[in-house]
Nanobody
């Protein structure tokens, strides 16, 4: 059974930092793009960041550009999201996702991702 398991969420004050982690099990994702998405109550799931299969391409939503950084560790079958200068509007459930297509670049569309984690809550207080 393929799983993506997120961790690292929590409650933080505005201006603070958190680091989310996502580890895959059941298969390796060393040749697949991975991404982070988030969803707030009453809103659609939105793209946050993605990284290509080889780590050379990174895409960020405009709202997090310069504050969030996505990295991956192929040996650990993991992807990370370093979140700095957090704002109350960053409050959401954050989901890790993986694209099953090999050599994928990391797109913004949720429909290109086949595997999803269950999410981790991030709450930023003002």
């Amino acid at each position: 059974q393929v799983q993506l398991i997120e961790s690292g969420g929590g409650l933080v004050e505005a201006g603070g930092s958190l680091r989310l982690s996502c580890v895959g099990s059941g298969r390796t994702f060393d040749r697949n793009a991975m991404g982070w998405f988030r969803q707030s109550p009453g809103k659609e799931r939105e793209f946050v960041a993605a990284i290509s299969w080889d780590g050379r391409q990174r895409n960020y939503a405009d709202s997090v550009q310069g504050r969030f950084f996505i990295t991956r560790d192929v040996a650990k079958n993991s992807v990370y999201l370093q979140m700095n200068s957090l704002k109350p509007e960053d409050t959401a459930v954050y989901y890790c996702a993986a694209d099953s297509r090999p050599l994928s670049s990391g797109l913004r569309d949720t429909r290109t991702y086949d595997y999803w984690g269950q999410g981790t809550q991030v709450t930023v207080s003002s």
